[in-house]
Structure formats: structure tokens, C-alpha cells
């Protein structure tokens, strides 16, 4: 059977097999075939299936073919009639790609938001006609607070890994778009895994769902093959140099547990003649965009991840995925080593774990139903100063964080031990951060990590290595100087006779106080 009976059969119109045959794609994938028709009866749909099988698609087409049969003219500008959900940039990217490439030859209109570029050119294409709107929750919010949104013409509302979507994390920002939706719609929501609490958290929000779950909930790809490395956390880092060169892997994504964890792999790696480049919440989007590129295009073999990169991102025949260190929880293991191992293809996971993780992964075969085997490293010698290296590489240094600090963002490092119940959001602006419901006047939009809101940064900063610096500053004895140099008499600053605004308006302001000088 040829490409256009196949999916034909699913119901589909024929620009969308046009544009599906161009694509390349032969059958419907199992959670294609299940899923398609289900969206165009109308109804709401839950939808689980493995990383990697199609789900994108899985949405993408019915939902271009129900718009198109339902086009409307005129249609009102900056008022979208499908809303798209994602948790992260990337993913978003992603998804509104594959709503251009299967929806190029009708007559609709996507585009994508997110924060951490530039929010003018998004009130600009607000300005015209959007049929498809892609976007994450944060930046979403500042286009309805800015009032360059309108979202009660949304017919479909869709959750893309929503499992995440849905967790405790984000659950506040879902209600806040809930509640500026038409009731009457239809809701999608689809992921990878779905833990019971999830489902009974989904169902909450969708009327009668129907249930597409094409394989065993939280299942790895059966193609992927997957190993473990027993070995000591301060040897990892020599023993993944030495598997790169030694197995000469050209092409290989490597997870790690928290930002700074990833910089120092990603800095340990390029010095030793393997070119490396980490991508995580803290790097401008610029920075992440050009590194995922390099690292598509074969010109940058390592790429060093949180676990930002493991949800939705797409990279063709990869064939290396590294756990260098072991999440802490299991389900997003399924997602690191889905990147490999896709459509069919076959793929290789390796794990190296030091005694501390033996819990977490005995958590993770737990949630298989299968063992990951052990393996070794037969050659691999470490190194007798390696502790004393990794000593040395891991001290800290402050980090300056996006959107001006408070660890607030830090949501690689905090969603895997943070409690489920927890009622702050990742960039938010709960009774935690002091905010006062109905407090705040106008807002200019807010920078984003991984998609939510953080805190306003009050200046920007310039960038070293993708990562914001802090501006440079002269500073006598530690202290921060001020924008011109003063002289100094026995430690304190002389007065300036060229600034009289130190001299005789202080005086009057003092002066004029009343009462007893209490405060």
C-alpha cells in the first residue's frame, strides 16, 4: 500500500498527504493510526505512547485538517483558534516546524512564542492572522498581560508532554489559561509517561477522554540498548573522555543532573580535545539555539544537557546517549534515552553510576520491568591525581543567574527532589516571593527559564560562553565603586565641591524633618 491510502484511510485531507508524502513518511506510526481519528470525531483525548514514535504528528494533522475544514474568514487578528502548550523553547520550536511542514498547503497561519528573545517581533506577527499558536505558559501570560492576545477564539487546546504540563510545577499557570478559554473546546493532552496521579489529575480537565496508549506506560524503546558503568563520581569524567575517543562516538548527548555540573563537563571535555558545549536553563537562547545546531549539523560531537534537551527534541539517526549522571526521577530517564533509538532506529544508552545512585537506578529498572546491564571498561586505567582534579574543577564559583537571581528558575536542579505538592511554580510570583495578589501595576515581559517567567533582571548583563555575566566594576578594598572615582580622607570619601547636590540639598532635607528624629 502507498503512502497516500494509508493515511487516507485515516480521514485526512489531501493537501495534508500531499505534505505528508513530501515529508518522506510512508505509514502511520501506532499512535498516529489511534490517535488521528479520535481527535477528528471531536472529542477530548489522553494520549501515551514511547518518545520518539510520532505523537507531534499525532496532533498536528487532525488538528490542521479540522481547521481547514472550518476556515474562517474574516478572522480577527492576534486571536489564535488552536493553542498549543509546551514546557520548554526547544520543544516549542519543534512542534511549530512540524505545524509548517504538514500544514504547508492550506490555507492556516502558526507561530511560535517563547521567552528569552525579544518580545516586540511577537506582538508584530500578533498584528495579523494566527490560526495555530505554539507557546509556553510564561510568555503566553505576559502577551495576555500586555493585552496583545486574545485567546477566547481557541476551539483546541493542546498540552504537549503533559505530564510535566499538568505537574504541581506548572499547574498554576495551566489554570490561569483555563480560565481565559472558551468552555467549550476541545482539550489534547500527550506525553510520553504518565504516572496514576497524572491521569487522575488529566481527567480532571478533559470531559469523557478517550484513552490512546499504544505501548506499556513508561517504557523504554525496545531498540535501544542500555548499560551501566559502575564507577566512582570523580572518575566519571575520565572515563567518558575515554569511551568518546576509545568507541569514537561522533555524535553523542550527554545528561547531567544540574547546570553547573554541565558547564564543568562540557569545560573538562573541550580541554581535552573533545569539542563540547552545554545547553541548560542559564544560557541565553541564542547560545542554546546555535549549540543545538552545531550539534544537529555533526560539526559539535558532545553535547552536554540538563534535563531541559530530553523532552521533544528530534535529532535524526542519534546514536549515543550518555547518563552521566542518574536522575532522580525515573521517568525522566525514559525521556533522556528516547533521544536515541527513534522511529525504529536503533540506538545505545549508557549509564555511569557511582555507588551513591544505586537506589536511583534501581528505581528505574523498577519502573522497565527489565535490568540494565552492567558492563566495563576493559583498558580504562583512571588517572591517580583524578580526585584531586575533580576536586579542584568542581569548587563553585558564583553564577549569575537569569533573570536576576533568587534561585527561583532552577528547575533542573529542584523538580527532581522537590516535594509534588509544593505550591510555589518555577518563576513565579506566589506568597513565596512576597507578591501581593492585585499589587503589581503594568508589566513589560519577563524573561523565561525553560519557558517560565522569572524574576525581572534589572539591567542586562553581557554574556560569556552563552552564560550572563556581571558587569565589570572597579572595586576599592572589595566594595563596589560608584560610576565616577572619589579621593578618600582617612578611609572615608571626601566631597565633591563640583557636586552640589551632596551639600547643601542634604542639608535641607534633614533640616526639614519633623517630630522627636524617630522613625
Same mark, same amino acid.
Given at each position: ?41 471531536? !472529542? ?10 510520532? #505523537? ?43 505545524? #509548517? ?79 481565559? &478559554? ?79 555540573? *554541565? ?49 521533544? &527534541? ?6 549515543? $546517549? ?11 530517564? $525514559? ?13 545505545? *544508552? ?16 523498577? &519502573? ?95 554574556? $560569556?560562553?552563552?552564560?550572563?555575566? *556581571? ?6 578594598? !572589595? ?41
Amino acid at each position: 500500500m502507498n503512502t497516500e491510502s494509508n493515511f487516507a484511510s485515516l480521514g485526512l485531507a489531501e493537501p495534508l498527504l500531499r505534505a505528508i508524502s513530501e515529508a518522506g513518511y510512508t505509514t502511520p506510526t501506532p499512535i498516529q493510526a489511534q490517535a488521528i481519528p479520535q481527535v477528528l470525531a471531536g !472529542g477530548d483525548l489522553l494520549a501515551a505512547a514511547q518518545t520518539g514514535t510520532g #505523537k507531534t504528528a499525532g496532533f498536528t494533522l487532525p488538528v490542521l485538517h479540522l481547521l481547514s475544514q472550518t476556515h474562517v474568514h474574516p478572522h480577527p487578528n492576534g486571536r489564535p483558534r488552536c493553542l498549543i502548550l509546551t514546557p520548554t523553547r526547544e520543544l516549542a520550536a519543534q512542534v511549530e516546524e512540524s505545524v #509548517k511542514t504538514y500544514g504547508k498547503h492550506l490555507p492556516l497561519t502558526s507561530m511560535v512564542m517563547f521567552g528569552g528573545v525579544n518580545i516586540n517581533p511577537q506582538i508584530s506577527a500578533l498584528k495579523k492572522r494566527v490560526d495555530i499558536l505554539v507557546a509556553t505558559p510564561g510568555r503566553l501570560l505576559d502577551h495576555v498581560n500586555q493585552r496583545t492576545l486574545d485567546l477566547s477564539g481557541v476551539e483546541i487546546l493542546i498540552l504537549d508532554e503533559a505530564d510535566r504540563m499538568l505537574d504541581m510545577g506548572f499547574i498554576r499557570d495551566i489554570r490561569k489559561v483555563l480560565a481565559l &478559554l472558551p468552555k467549550k473546546r476541545q482539550n489534547l493532552l500527550f506525553s510520553a509517561t504518565f504516572s496514576d496521579e497524572i491521569r487522575e489529575l488529566a481527567n480532571g480537565l478533559l470531559h469523557k477522554p478517550g484513552c490512546v496508549e499504544v505501548a506499556a506506560r513508561n517504557t523504554t524503546a525496545e531498540r535501544v540498548e542500555q548499560a551501566a558503568y559502575m564507577i566512582g563520581q570523580k572518575q566519571k569524567r575520565e572515563l567518558l573522555a575515554w569511551l568518546i575517543k576509545e568507541r569514537q562516538w561522533f555524535q553523542a548527548l550527554v545528561f547531567t543532573r544540574t547546570k553547573h555540573g *554541565a558547564n564543568k563537563l562540557a569545560e573538562y571535555l573541550t580541554k581535552h580535545g573533545i569539542e563540547s558545549s552545554a545547553i541548560h536553563g542559564n544560557k541565553s537562547q541564542a547560545a542554546r539555539t546555535r549549540a543545538l545546531a552545531q550539534f544537529k549539523d555533526g560539526s559539535l560531537p558532545v553535547l552536554v544537557a540538563t534535563d531541559i534537551a530530553a523532552r521533544g &527534541l528530534d535529532i535524526d539517526q542519534l546514536p549515543q $546517549v550518555v547518563n552521566f549522571e542518574l536522575p532522580n526521577v525515573p521517568e525522566d530517564y $525514559v525521556h533522556r534515552i528516547g533521544r536515541t533509538g527513534r522511529a525504529g532506529a536503533a540506538g545505545h *544508552a549508557i549509564s555511569l553510576v557511582d555507588r551513591e545512585e544505586l537506589k536511583l537506578l534501581t528505581a528505574i529498572e523498577r &519502573l522497565m520491568h527489565r535490568k540494565v546491564d552492567r558492563a566495563t571498561a576493559e583498558g580504562f586505567v583512571p588517572s591517580a591525581t583524578a580526585e584531586q582534579s575533580h576536586d579542584e574543577d568542581q569548587r563553585r564559583e558564583p553564577m549569575q543567574r537569569r533573570g536576576g537571581g533568587g534561585g527561583r528558575n532552577n528547575n533542573e536542579q529542584r523538580r527532581s527532589s522537590a516535594p509534588a505538592g509544593r505550591s510555589d511554580r518555577p518563576g513565579g510570583r506566589g506568597p513565596a516571593n512576597g507578591g501581593q495578589p492585585g499589587s503589581r501595576g503594568p508589566q513589560r515581559a519577563r524573561p523565561e527559564a525553560d519557558g517560565n517567567r522569572a524574576r525581572p533582571a534589572p539591567r542586562q548583563a553581557g554574556e $560569556v560562553d552563552g552564560n550572563r555575566a *556581571a558587569p565589570s566594576r572597579p572595586e576599592p578594598n !572589595g566594595n563596589h565603586a560608584g560610576n565616577r572615582g572619589r579621593s578618600e580622607v582617612n578611609g572615608n570619601r571626601a566631597p565633591q565641591p563640583s557636586d552640589r547636590r551632596n551639600t547643601a540639598p542634604r542639608a535641607a532635607l534633614f533640616s526639614a524633618r519633623t517630630g522627636n528624629g524617630n522613625r
